[in-house]
């Protein structure tokens, strides 16, 4: 017989991403809907933990869909990762009569989410992350936004290297996987795109496309760089060494992280948030949201954190047949 939910927590775990907020105001209004009573926890396992756990209403999610960041706010808690740490966070939830739990976040929080699950607290993960790493589904909350913050930088970065003919190295967050670079690199007009899922570490190929673009009339030279390879100061001076031509090195950094969410990210984050209460509902437990094929699924946890992710290969052959 399904556990019939009577109170949900709702927590944000590691990165923040925008559109979180989105999913935090469906978590809580779509329960509150079906008659259940809603507990906010604070800055991730860590405030679990502590015991920083609030009373959620209708109003306290008022006026913030279109806010970045998140009103939880989040943190990364080692505490969380032992045994004991889990015990303790699952016999706060029963504490305060918290039977079922979401937790936004990415592959680490969806690990806690499955220790809380065989803790008898049932549990459902929303992908939280602006990085698009999460194997199990197409979209993440956040990297709509992120991707075009970072588009939106890169265009005015090359404003400036046109003027001045340099050569530009921008890197762009993703931790260890380049699909915020790969999507700026088509959306920017890259004229490289380094991607740590493929590249092999050929820097002098790399200056010797520079120096041919120079020669063919090419003003400036647009490298969208991965996190994951990241280095990207002292390979603008190598490069500058090189090919005689001014490089500069521009990290992007946590400016992706922030500002208003897009569309997308609201309504997909929102469609999300409702879709973990209906699961909870059900008596489900240890399910990740995902997208795929256009449509809303959910996951076992132990599954999708096995499954494995990487570029889509025909997307980076037609994104080397663009650049030049």
Same mark, same amino acid.
């Given at each position: 017989?399904?556990?019939?939910?009577?109170?949900?927590?709702?927590?944000?775990?590691?990165?923040?991403?925008?559109?979180?907020?989105?999913?935090?105001?469906?978590?809580? %209004?779509?329960?509150?809907?079906?008659?259940?009573?809603?507990?906010?926890?604070?800055?991730? =396992?860590?405030?679990?933990?502590? &015991?920083?756990?609030?009373?959620?209403?209708?109003?306290?999610?008022?006026?913030? *869909?279109?806010?970045?960041?998140?009103?939880?706010?989040?943190?990364?808690? @080692?505490?969380?990762?032992?045994?004991?740490?889990?015990?303790?966070? #699952?016999?706060?939830?029963?504490?305060?009569?918290?039977?079922?739990?979401?937790?936004?976040?990415?592959?680490?929080?969806?690990?806690?989410?499955?220790?809380?699950?065989?803790?008898?607290?049932?549990?459902?993960?929303? $992908?939280?992350?602006?990085?698009?790493?999460?194997?199990?589904?197409?979209?993440?909350?956040?990297?709509?936004? +992120?991707?075009?913050?970072?588009?939106?930088?890169?265009?005015?970065?090359?404003?400036?290297?046109?003027?001045?003919?340099?050569?530009? *190295?921008?890197?762009?967050?993703?931790? /260890?996987?380049?699909?915020? #670079?790969?999507?700026?690199?088509?959306?920017?007009?890259?004229?490289?795109?380094?991607? $740590?899922?493929? =590249?092999?570490?050929?820097?002098?190929?790399?200056?010797? %496309?520079?120096? &041919?673009?120079?020669?063919?009339?090419?003003?400036?030279?647009?490298?969208? /760089? +991965?996190?994951?390879?990241?280095?990207?100061?002292?390979?603008?001076?190598? *490069?500058?060494? +090189?090919?005689?031509?001014?490089?500069?090195?521009?990290?992007?950094?946590?400016?992706?992280?922030?500002?208003? $969410?897009?569309?997308?990210? %609201?309504?997909?984050?929102?469609?999300?948030?409702?879709?973990?209460?209906? !699961?909870?509902?059900?008596?489900?437990? /240890? %399910?990740?949201?995902?997208?795929?094929?256009?449509?809303?699924?959910?996951?076992? *946890? @132990?599954?999708? !954190?096995?499954?494995?992710?990487?570029? $889509?290969?025909? @997307?980076? @052959?037609?994104?080397?047949?663009?650049?030049?």
């Amino acid at each position: 017989m399904a556990k019939q939910v009577k109170t949900i927590g709702v927590l944000t775990s590691g990165g923040d991403a925008p559109g979180m907020n989105a999913a935090i105001r469906a978590v809580v %209004r779509t329960a509150i809907h079906k008659g259940l009573v809603v507990k906010g926890i604070m800055r991730g =396992y860590a405030g679990l933990l502590q &015991e920083e756990i609030v009373d959620m209403t209708s109003t306290s999610v008022s006026d913030i *869909i279109h806010r970045g960041g998140t009103i939880l706010y989040t943190a990364r808690c @080692q505490e969380f990762t032992t045994a004991a740490g889990q015990q303790k966070g #699952a016999e706060i939830c029963k504490k305060h009569n918290i039977d079922g739990m979401v937790v936004i976040g990415g592959d680490g929080s969806f690990r806690g989410a499955g220790k809380l699950s065989a803790l008898g607290i049932n549990t459902i993960g929303l $992908p939280g992350t602006i990085d698009l790493d999460i194997a199990c589904t197409d979209y993440t909350i956040g990297f709509d936004t +992120a991707v075009n913050t970072a588009m939106e930088a890169i265009d005015k970065v090359r404003d400036t290297s046109t003027s001045h003919e340099r050569c530009s *190295i921008i890197e762009v967050m993703g931790r /260890n996987a380049g699909y915020i #670079a790969l999507w700026c690199g088509f959306a920017n007009g890259a004229e490289d795109i380094l991607l $740590p899922e493929r =590249y092999d570490g050929d820097e002098q190929a790399l200056i010797n %496309r520079i120096i &041919e673009n120079r020669k063919r009339g090419k003003k400036h030279h647009i490298i969208i /760089n +991965a996190e994951g390879i990241g280095h990207s100061s002292s390979m603008a001076k190598r *490069i500058e060494a +090189a090919t005689g031509i001014e490089t500069r090195a521009t990290i992007l950094g946590h400016m992706q992280r922030g500002g208003a $969410p897009t569309c997308k990210d %609201r309504v997909y984050a929102s469609i999300m948030g409702a879709r973990a209460v209906e !699961l909870l509902c059900e008596g489900k437990s /240890n %399910r990740v949201v995902g997208y795929k094929h256009g449509e809303f699924v959910d996951f076992d *946890i @132990q599954e999708a !954190l096995a499954m494995t992710k990487d570029i $889509p290969e025909d @997307q980076y @052959q037609i994104s080397k047949m663009l650049v030049r």
